[in-house]
């Protein structure tokens, strides 16, 4: 067995090269060693068969990527901390970094840069501190906020934005803030003011890592079929019918905690405190036990209050890696990019697919022309806002609607302020016509899903 | 309490991976022995992602022809990598794998599983053929440039637990048992009143028309596609009207329309359930035999004696549209059942062992989980690395006929055994240092047809991989490296936990494309 006594010189050549891996503060430019950059240097400095066309070998490629060349990755979660270290050990030292969250005891499994001692503290700090303490001369800016609080002027400073999300809302979002920032000359797209978008998603052992050009590849939006809508349980199951044990959880959940508000007047129910899953849990199990149904476990209630998505290091590591490759591809031009999306699946062996998404022609964020919508004038306002919310290939949220009528800009619905939607909720019910809205003419929606307002042609059915 | 603490603790860590194997699979990971090979880029990360999900008991193993720096790069990983979670602890061995495989091959039998990462051929061999001999089940791992590589070699992994994305449901429609039998008679359709005619399980409303259909059809069940609309539409006229004669909303009705086509898919053991039964291990028991064969000559029996030629009954079945009483009074049909059909498994597991005097401890719960699982059951059997290597068993069907495609992923296989050749006869991987690389594609070129010759492999493989492989100079990117890394980590976790299913026999990932194959060789 060959764990006996080390002798002193190599402890010390352990401490040493420890050293190396693990270093505090790095200043870029005097810890540079022998080899280090070697792997990469391969890539950049060679000519092969396989290259993009633009690709010319040349031993500036890799100042480039440590010095210049500026990567935002959003998400510091899963994703965004194996993002982070594979970006960071491939070359790219300027990182920015962005996450709205907390770290929790159940990211510890897989977020590997936090330890528990971070618990509470915020992800894209712990993040940045980490990677910039162990990897020499890496820069990683955190900020610790959500996407939709940095503007235009934050993101154009990008080269490839490399996003490790949980939410569609966001990825839209983001999606529709770089079409936004698009221009174009005459009609022609002004290629300088495309950022490449790289999405990656998981969920258990399933996982994609999609490439998108926006204004010249499909967009989030154009694959929009892609991500179903989450599918919620009927009302009339959980208030009168229940039959599985998820049923039980809803109804203590929706029906019995804003009935009997157990912690107070307007305390909302906090899924991450345990004291309010408990009572959840308790008044799940007596809402079971009055129907003979079991399975309501502490870890099944925990499960559906929280929406919780099962998730591993591996499949994280898996995707991550994958779209860490082709921001080095699109970066270094030393390969041809994924044209454009791989389907991930380990569950049995491993498979993997991949294929160009298509653009669709009236894409609700990318093709650039007002969508028809067919009404009749007859329609009331309410089955306008259901389509807008319904439609699968919109999804939106809460969509705020808005028209000139008779020369002025009029607010036909707003659900976001109070007193607002006070006041428009009226017209949810009033015909088209009523509200003085004209065949032909142009409906403005503004949503969460896009930081862009989206025009609408409302088509008059006879 | 300190232990039940460390319990909670621990449960809240790993909540969102036990949602996937269960406590039962946790548990493999914290009693199992990994023995790591060459802490790399690729070692270190397949490590991480095996110590993040709580593997406890771990041994990195280095290379000593790396050079000294290797060695010590694998005693600071360890370090770093014990830092990662506080639950494990692991240890280094610095000692090569050739080295312990001189002096003391047994080592290596007392590991769960043995990861072999960046091992030039001949160690490969070796290692392979030391594991093989003491069923030790071994992942070897490569990424050389941007390409990465697996191979299973495990001569038989058994896997109750696949948990299958798509399966059937296993409804008993076509052939139900007593009890379900004497279930749907206690229902009346034409005498119910409205609200309970629409609140019954759309599973019942089937087996009802279903009855009718067999007695007016000589027991012939529908079977094409006119006599299934045909069924359909008999459903479709059982939906009550109003005064109107207007259908009124009945959802189940439009359940019981929409599914049935698979509802009247016939019940019988999947071919691949039957080839298992029909395995020698499965029918000559001895006192050695694995408890997995053991139940499965059980499940055998039970299906030519009380099962009548069907699996033991699953005992699941999916959410409809039902007042509460009548899905749960439903659902307990199965689940009895279920429960009875895996008692009688139970009983035949008892008495195939009472001749050796054995038994199988928890018995009645491993039955009960073994027919829940009974129609995805699954066994994977990988080549020796000797079989692969040898001018005799080599498979050529697969290779040839891949490479019908020249540039299918095999083409990627290939060319890792022609660098492995060039390595055993210049003692070096082509193209590390720039100038060589040019002259490298020559001498690699004629590895390649040495290769291709001694196996009698007609195919033809172009330039220009040959001359991407000079350029990739044994490069370890990164990027390739994190992805092999969560990939390697997760069949190693199949592996041990017998849970869902690992691959068969080697994986190739093509970074280039981003695409991958998984090949037979």
Known sequence: MADADEPEKKRRRVVELTEKMVVDGGDGHNCEWEGRWNHVKKFLERSGPFTHPDFEPSTESLQFMLDTCKILVIGAGGLGCELLKDLALSGFHNIHVVDMDTIDVSNLNRQFLFRGKDVGRPKADVAADFINSRIPGCCVIPHFKKIQDLDETFYRQFHIIVCGLDSVVARRWMNGMLLSLLVYDDGVLDPGSIIPLIDGGTEGFKGNARVILPGMTACIDCTLELYPPQVNFPMCTIASMPRLPEHCIEYARMLLWPKEKPFGDGVVLDGDDPEHIQWVYQRSLERAAEFNITGVTYRLTQGVVKRIIPAVASTNAVIAAACATEVFKIASSAFIPLNNYMVFNDVDGLYTYTFEAERKENCSACSQVPLDMHFSPTSKLQEVLDYLTESASLQMKSPAITATVEGKNKTLYLQSVASIEQRTRPNLSKTLKELGLADRQELAVADVTTPQTMLFRLCFTS | ?521
Not at chain 2, 78 to 96: I, K, Y
């Open chain 2, 1 to 521: 309490d300190t232990m039940a603490a460390t319990k909670a603790s621990k449960e809240q860590k790993y909540d969102r991976q036990l949602r996937l194997w269960g406590d039962h699979g946790q548990e493999t990971l914290e009693n199992a022995h990994v023995c790591l090979i060459n802490a790399t880029a690729t070692g270190t990360e397949i490590l991480k992602n095996l110590v993040l999900p709580g593997t406890q008991m771990w041994r990195c193993v280095s290379d000593d022809a790396a050079g000294e720096d290797e060695n010590i790069r694998a005693q600071a990983a360890t370090e770093l990598l014990q830092e990662l979670n506080s639950d494990v602890s692991g240890n280094f061995v610095e000692e090569s794998p050739d080295k312990l495989l001189d002096n003391d091959p047994e080592f290596f039998h007392r590991f769960t599983i043995v990861i072999g990462v960046q091992l030039p051929e001949s160690t490969c061999l070796r290692l392979g053929s030391v594991l093989w001999s003491a069923a030790v089940p071994f992942l070897v791992c490569k990424t050389y440039g941007l390409i990465g590589y697996m191979r299973l070699v495990v001569q038989e992994h058994t896997v109750i637990e696949s948990h299958p994305d798509n399966a059937l449901e296993d409804l008993r429609l076509d052939q139900p048992f007593a009890e379900f039998k004497n279930h749907i008679q206690s229902y009346d359709l034409d005498s119910m009143d409205k609200k309970d005619h629409s609140h019954t399980p759309w599973i019942i409303v089937v087996a009802k028309y279903l009855e009718k259909w067999l007695s007016e059809h000589n027991g012939q069940p529908p079977k094409n596609y006119n006599e299934k609309e045909a069924f359909r539409q008999c459903i479709r006229e059982g939906i009550l009207k109003n005064e109107n004669g207007v259908p009124e909303d009945e959802e189940n009705f439009e359940e019981a329309i929409k599914n049935v086509n698979t509802a009247l898919n016939p019940t019988k053991v999947p071919s691949a359930v039957e080839d298992l039964f029909n395995s020698v291990q499965c029918n000559d028991i001895t006192s050695q035999t694995l408890s997995f064969w053991v139940m499965l000559r059980a499940v055998k029996e039970f299906v030519l004696n009380e099962g009548n030629g069907s699996l033991p009954v699953r005992g699941t079945i999916p959410d409809m549209i039902a007042d509460s009483q009548k899905f749960i009074n439903l659902q307990n049909v199965y689940r009895q059942k279920a429960m009875q059909d895996a008692a009688t498994v139970s009983k035949h597991v008892e008495c195939l062992l009472q001749s050796f005097g054995k038994f199988i401890p928890n018995c009645g719960y491993l039955c009960w989980c073994l027919g829940k699982n009974a129609s995805f059951l699954r066994v994977v059997r990988c080549r020796s690395l000797a079989e692969e290597y040898s001018v005799d068993s080599v498979n050529k069907d697969e290779i040839t006929s891949c490479m019908d495609n020249p540039d299918s992923e095999m083409v990627f296989y290939l060319m890792l055994r022609a660098v492995d050749r060039f390595y055993q006869q210049h003692s070096r991987y082509p193209g590390v240092y720039n100038y060589q690389v040019e002259d490298d594609i020559n001498k690699l070129k004629l590895c390649v047809n040495n290769l291709l010759q001694e196996y009698s492999l007609n195919v033809n493989i172009k330039d220009d991989y040959i001359h991407e492989f000079c350029r990739y100079g044994a490069a370890e990117p990164h990027t390739v490296a994190a992805f092999l890394g969560g990939s390697a980590a997760q069949e190693a976790i199949k592996i041990i936990s017998h849970q869902f299913v690992p691959f068969s026999n080697t994986f190739i990932y093509n970074a280039m494309s981003q695409t991958s194959a998984t090949l037979q060789l």
